[in-house]
């Protein structure tokens, strides 16, 4: 998400605007829908193997160890993982986006509000790859530093937008 809205804002400080579905989406060239599809997994997996056969929240830091204390493999993990078994790893696979929403303690179902939380954390990652594109200069010019921050707030509400279309998403509690 970062990577789209440095590359937004970017653009269009050199006069070559593109449309946000350029940058993210189902053919984003920054964040592909495949691509933070495989990003949710990766950290919703993360949880599942901590957590072994029980749902635990995604609020922390998941523990080092759990399933894999177990000496189980980590191939079984993911193949129940993905599985149509609704226990145990399964159960972080139907909630994942849920389990991403608590992780970072925001509430997708409200774009406009999610977008502004996750905006100043988007925008933190969001400037070196904007410098980086810009030619290294770290130099943030206050209408470039204006249009970032107005590209990672928007680049949030995109991603609470995808994220309340995936599994398991509620309102948070």
């Given amino acids: 998400m970062a990577a789209a809205a440095a ?15 350029y940058y993210i989406g189902p053919s984003g060239n920054r ?51 993905y ?34 939380k996750i905006g100043p954390m988007i925008f933190e990652l969001a400037q070196p790859y904007f410098f980086a594109q810009n030619g290294g200069s770290t130099v943030l010019i206050p209408a470039w530093e204006r249009r970032l921050r107005e590209c990672s707030q928007r680049a949030g509400e995109l991603f609470a937008a995808w994220l309340a279309t995936q599994s398991g998403i509620h309102r948070l509690a």
């Fill in 7 to 21: 590359m937004n804002a970017y653009d269009e400080a050199r006069g070559t605007p593109h449309d946000w579905d």
């Fill in 31 to 81: 964040a592909g829908y495949d691509d933070l599809s495989g990003d949710l997994d990766a950290l919703t997996l993360h949880f599942a193997a901590a957590a072994g056969d029980a749902r635990g929240s995604c609020a922390g830091s998941p523990e080092p160890f759990g399933w894999l204390d177990s000496h189980r493999p980590l191939s079984q993990m993911i193949a129940r993982y």
């Fill in 83 to 116: 599985g149509a078994d609704p226990s145990g790893p399964a159960q972080y696979r139907a909630t994942r986006a849920q389990c991403i929403a608590e992780m970072i303690g925001l509430d997708p179902s409200d774009p406009a509000t999610f977008g502004e």
